[in-house]
Protein backbone atom coordinates (compact mmCIF):
# COMPACT_ATOMS: atom_id res chain seq x y z
CA UNK A 1 0.00 0.00 0.00
CA UNK A 2 2.95 2.50 0.61
CA UNK A 3 2.89 3.29 -3.18
CA UNK A 4 -0.63 3.91 -3.18
CA UNK A 5 -2.52 7.59 -3.01
CA UNK A 6 -4.58 8.22 -0.45
CA UNK A 7 -7.56 7.37 -2.36
CA UNK A 8 -6.32 4.09 -3.48
CA UNK A 9 -5.61 3.11 -0.03
CA UNK A 10 -8.88 4.14 1.20
CA UNK A 11 -10.61 1.61 -1.08
CA UNK A 12 -8.19 -1.36 -0.04
CA UNK A 13 -9.13 -0.50 3.39
CA UNK A 14 -12.98 -0.07 3.51
CA UNK A 15 -13.25 -3.52 3.18
CA UNK A 16 -11.59 -4.22 6.56
CA UNK A 17 -14.10 -1.89 8.48
CA UNK A 18 -16.97 -4.82 8.31
CA UNK A 19 -14.42 -7.38 8.92
CA UNK A 20 -15.33 -10.27 11.02
CA UNK A 21 -12.50 -9.39 13.74
CA UNK A 22 -12.84 -6.03 15.86
CA UNK A 23 -9.63 -5.78 15.97
CA UNK A 24 -9.16 -5.50 12.48
CA UNK A 25 -11.80 -3.14 12.41
CA UNK A 26 -10.93 -0.67 15.09
CA UNK A 27 -7.59 -0.41 13.18
CA UNK A 28 -9.59 0.23 9.44
CA UNK A 29 -11.63 3.04 11.49
CA UNK A 30 -7.57 4.56 12.79
CA UNK A 31 -6.54 3.98 9.34
CA UNK A 32 -9.33 6.03 7.07
CA UNK A 33 -9.21 8.94 9.62
CA UNK A 34 -5.58 9.44 9.00
CA UNK A 35 -6.32 9.27 5.73
CA UNK A 36 -8.99 12.02 5.72
CA UNK A 37 -11.08 9.64 3.67
CA UNK A 38 -14.71 11.19 3.66
CA UNK A 39 -16.02 9.08 1.49
CA UNK A 40 -15.53 6.15 4.38
CA UNK A 41 -18.36 8.37 6.57
CA UNK A 42 -21.22 6.33 6.13
CA UNK A 43 -19.01 3.42 6.58
CA UNK A 44 -18.48 5.03 10.34
CA UNK A 45 -21.56 6.26 11.31
CA UNK A 46 -22.73 2.64 11.15
CA UNK A 47 -20.24 1.53 13.00
CA UNK A 48 -21.28 3.43 15.94
CA UNK A 49 -24.05 0.95 16.40
CA UNK A 50 -20.58 -1.69 16.35
CA UNK A 51 -20.87 -4.13 19.29
CA UNK A 52 -17.40 -3.34 20.26
CA UNK A 53 -16.64 -0.44 22.33
CA UNK A 54 -13.33 0.48 20.95
CA UNK A 55 -14.46 -0.12 17.08
CA UNK A 56 -17.54 2.48 18.45
CA UNK A 57 -15.28 5.02 20.16
CA UNK A 58 -12.68 4.95 17.27
CA UNK A 59 -15.28 5.62 14.43
CA UNK A 60 -16.55 8.45 16.62
CA UNK A 61 -13.43 10.33 16.53
CA UNK A 62 -12.58 9.54 13.21
CA UNK A 63 -16.09 11.03 11.79
CA UNK A 64 -15.06 14.17 14.74
CA UNK A 65 -12.08 14.59 12.41
CA UNK A 66 -14.09 13.86 8.59
CA UNK A 67 -17.84 14.65 9.20
CA UNK A 68 -19.44 17.96 7.60
CA UNK A 69 -22.50 19.11 7.54
CA UNK A 70 -23.92 16.23 5.94
CA UNK A 71 -23.17 13.70 8.72
CA UNK A 72 -24.90 15.47 11.45
CA UNK A 73 -28.83 14.05 10.66
CA UNK A 74 -28.05 10.54 10.61
CA UNK A 75 -26.12 11.22 14.03
CA UNK A 76 -29.13 12.58 15.06
CA UNK A 77 -31.33 9.73 14.54
CA UNK A 78 -28.90 7.47 17.05
CA UNK A 79 -30.09 9.78 19.98
CA UNK A 80 -33.22 7.85 20.04
CA UNK A 81 -31.61 4.19 19.60
CA UNK A 82 -32.54 2.22 22.53
CA UNK A 83 -28.99 0.92 23.21
CA UNK A 84 -27.77 3.96 25.97
CA UNK A 85 -24.08 3.51 24.77
CA UNK A 86 -24.96 4.78 21.08
CA UNK A 87 -26.84 7.92 22.64
CA UNK A 88 -24.06 8.80 24.42
CA UNK A 89 -21.87 8.75 21.38
CA UNK A 90 -24.21 9.97 19.33
CA UNK A 91 -23.75 13.45 21.87
CA UNK A 92 -19.99 13.10 21.69
CA UNK A 93 -19.77 13.19 18.32
CA UNK A 94 -22.32 15.96 17.19
CA UNK A 95 -20.71 18.05 20.29
CA UNK A 96 -17.21 17.23 18.11
CA UNK A 97 -18.55 18.41 15.01
CA UNK A 98 -19.98 21.26 16.65
CA UNK A 99 -23.30 21.05 15.91
CA UNK A 100 -24.92 23.53 18.09
CA UNK A 101 -28.09 23.58 15.79
CA UNK A 102 -28.84 19.96 17.54
CA UNK A 103 -28.67 21.37 21.13
CA UNK A 104 -32.35 21.07 21.16
CA UNK A 105 -32.03 17.42 20.32
CA UNK A 106 -29.99 16.73 22.82
CA UNK A 107 -31.79 18.88 25.96
CA UNK A 108 -34.38 16.37 26.62
CA UNK A 109 -31.39 13.25 27.43
CA UNK A 110 -30.63 15.31 30.10
CA UNK A 111 -33.51 13.09 31.99
CA UNK A 112 -31.87 10.34 30.20
CA UNK A 113 -32.79 6.93 32.19
CA UNK A 114 -28.54 6.46 31.95
CA UNK A 115 -26.21 8.40 33.45
CA UNK A 116 -23.49 8.07 30.90
CA UNK A 117 -25.98 9.62 28.71
CA UNK A 118 -27.23 12.91 31.15
CA UNK A 119 -22.95 13.04 31.80
CA UNK A 120 -22.57 13.76 27.82
CA UNK A 121 -25.83 15.79 27.57
CA UNK A 122 -24.74 17.89 30.28
CA UNK A 123 -21.40 18.64 28.66
CA UNK A 124 -22.82 19.16 25.35
CA UNK A 125 -25.28 22.06 26.27
CA UNK A 126 -22.16 23.83 28.28
CA UNK A 127 -19.86 23.42 24.77
CA UNK A 128 -22.66 24.62 22.82
CA UNK A 129 -23.67 27.60 25.28
CA UNK A 130 -27.22 26.47 25.08
CA UNK A 131 -28.98 28.93 27.29
CA UNK A 132 -32.58 27.09 27.08
CA UNK A 133 -30.63 24.27 28.49
CA UNK A 134 -30.45 26.33 32.05
CA UNK A 135 -33.64 25.16 33.89
CA UNK A 136 -32.96 21.57 33.01
CA UNK A 137 -29.30 21.93 34.39
CA UNK A 138 -30.01 23.50 37.72
CA UNK A 139 -32.08 20.25 38.03
CA UNK A 140 -29.02 18.01 36.69
CA UNK A 141 -27.46 19.49 39.83
CA UNK A 142 -29.50 17.20 42.27
CA UNK A 143 -28.71 14.12 39.88
CA UNK A 144 -27.80 11.19 42.01
CA UNK A 145 -24.71 10.49 39.96
CA UNK A 146 -21.57 13.23 41.09
CA UNK A 147 -20.19 13.17 37.43
CA UNK A 148 -23.15 14.66 36.40
CA UNK A 149 -23.83 16.97 39.07
CA UNK A 150 -20.44 18.42 37.97
CA UNK A 151 -20.85 18.41 34.32
CA UNK A 152 -24.29 20.36 35.21
CA UNK A 153 -21.98 22.54 37.10
CA UNK A 154 -19.45 23.16 34.33
CA UNK A 155 -22.41 23.88 32.20
CA UNK A 156 -23.80 26.52 34.17
CA UNK A 157 -20.74 28.32 34.27
CA UNK A 158 -20.25 28.45 30.37
CA UNK A 159 -23.54 29.24 29.25
CA UNK A 160 -23.15 32.19 31.77
CA UNK A 161 -25.93 31.38 34.19
CA UNK A 162 -26.19 33.86 37.22
CA UNK A 163 -29.69 33.04 38.34
CA UNK A 164 -28.16 29.18 39.11
CA UNK A 165 -25.65 30.61 41.58
CA UNK A 166 -28.11 29.56 44.37
CA UNK A 167 -28.84 26.23 43.08
CA UNK A 168 -24.80 25.88 42.90
CA UNK A 169 -23.65 26.91 46.58
CA UNK A 170 -24.48 23.89 48.03
CA UNK A 171 -22.60 21.91 45.94
CA UNK A 172 -19.32 23.90 47.62
CA UNK A 173 -19.65 21.22 50.56
CA UNK A 174 -20.97 18.18 48.06
CA UNK A 175 -19.57 14.71 49.15
CA UNK A 176 -17.68 14.32 46.04
CA UNK A 177 -14.73 16.38 45.84
CA UNK A 178 -15.08 16.72 42.04
CA UNK A 179 -18.18 18.51 42.36
CA UNK A 180 -17.57 20.46 44.95
CA UNK A 181 -14.76 21.85 42.89
CA UNK A 182 -16.65 22.30 40.11
CA UNK A 183 -19.18 24.78 41.50
CA UNK A 184 -16.51 26.31 43.40
CA UNK A 185 -15.09 27.69 39.97
CA UNK A 186 -18.58 28.24 38.59
CA UNK A 187 -19.66 30.30 41.10
CA UNK A 188 -16.88 32.69 41.23
CA UNK A 189 -16.39 32.67 37.54
CA UNK A 190 -20.17 33.74 37.78
CA UNK A 191 -19.11 36.72 39.33
CA UNK A 192 -20.01 36.02 42.84
CA UNK A 193 -17.44 37.07 45.09
CA UNK A 194 -19.46 36.47 48.16
CA UNK A 195 -18.71 32.55 47.74
CA UNK A 196 -15.12 33.75 48.68
CA UNK A 197 -16.17 34.83 52.18
CA UNK A 198 -18.32 31.79 52.50
CA UNK A 199 -14.76 29.68 51.86
CA UNK A 200 -12.62 31.12 54.16
CA UNK A 201 -15.40 30.68 56.31
CA UNK A 202 -15.08 26.99 55.39
CA UNK A 203 -11.08 27.30 55.23
CA UNK A 204 -11.52 27.49 59.85
CA UNK A 205 -13.46 24.37 59.50
CA UNK A 206 -13.86 21.65 62.23
CA UNK A 207 -13.27 19.73 59.52
CA UNK A 208 -10.65 18.61 57.96
CA UNK A 209 -12.45 17.54 54.24
CA UNK A 210 -14.24 21.48 54.51
CA UNK A 211 -10.78 23.23 54.81
CA UNK A 212 -9.03 21.19 52.02
CA UNK A 213 -11.74 21.78 49.65
CA UNK A 214 -11.84 25.69 50.69
CA UNK A 215 -8.22 25.68 50.42
CA UNK A 216 -8.67 24.57 46.39
CA UNK A 217 -11.51 26.67 45.60
CA UNK A 218 -9.69 29.82 46.89
CA UNK A 219 -6.70 29.09 44.78
CA UNK A 220 -8.81 27.62 41.63
CA UNK A 221 -10.21 31.45 41.71
CA UNK A 222 -6.80 33.53 42.36
CA UNK A 223 -8.52 34.98 45.37
CA UNK A 224 -5.96 37.18 46.82
CA UNK A 225 -7.87 38.02 49.73
CA UNK A 226 -7.51 34.96 51.09
CA UNK A 227 -3.36 34.67 51.06
CA UNK A 228 -2.94 35.50 54.77
CA UNK A 229 -5.53 32.88 55.52
CA UNK A 230 -4.20 30.15 53.24
CA UNK A 231 -0.16 31.01 54.62
CA UNK A 232 -1.77 30.51 58.10
CA UNK A 233 -2.79 27.17 57.01
CA UNK A 234 0.51 26.00 55.91
CA UNK A 235 0.70 24.60 59.08
CA UNK A 236 -2.00 23.31 59.20
CA UNK A 237 -2.34 19.68 61.06
CA UNK A 238 -3.62 18.07 58.15
CA UNK A 239 -1.53 17.36 55.34
CA UNK A 240 -3.98 17.53 52.83
CA UNK A 241 -5.22 20.89 53.83
CA UNK A 242 -1.24 22.19 54.26
CA UNK A 243 -1.23 20.77 50.42
CA UNK A 244 -4.04 22.47 48.86
CA UNK A 245 -3.06 25.97 50.70
CA UNK A 246 0.72 25.52 49.07
CA UNK A 247 -0.84 24.93 46.02
CA UNK A 248 -3.21 27.41 46.45
CA UNK A 249 -0.64 30.18 46.91
CA UNK A 250 1.47 28.85 44.25
CA UNK A 251 -1.38 29.50 41.84
CA UNK A 252 -2.03 33.15 43.30
CA UNK A 253 2.00 33.35 42.67
CA UNK A 254 3.04 34.18 46.30
CA UNK A 255 6.42 34.32 46.81
Not at 28 to 48: F, H
Amino acid sequence: LGILGAAEMTQEILPLLTDMDPFVRRRAVVAVGRLRSREAVPQLVRLLLDDDEEVRDSAAEAIGKLGGKSTVPPIVGLLKEKAPYVRRIAILVLTSLEARSQAPEILPLLSDDNEEVRQAAAMAMGEFRHRPAEAALVDALKDEHARVRAKAAEALMKIDAKNSIPALRPLFLDENESVSQAAAYAITRLGNRDAIGEMLIHLESDEEEIRRRAAWGLGMVRAKEAIPALQGHLSDPNEYVRARSAEALGRLKVR
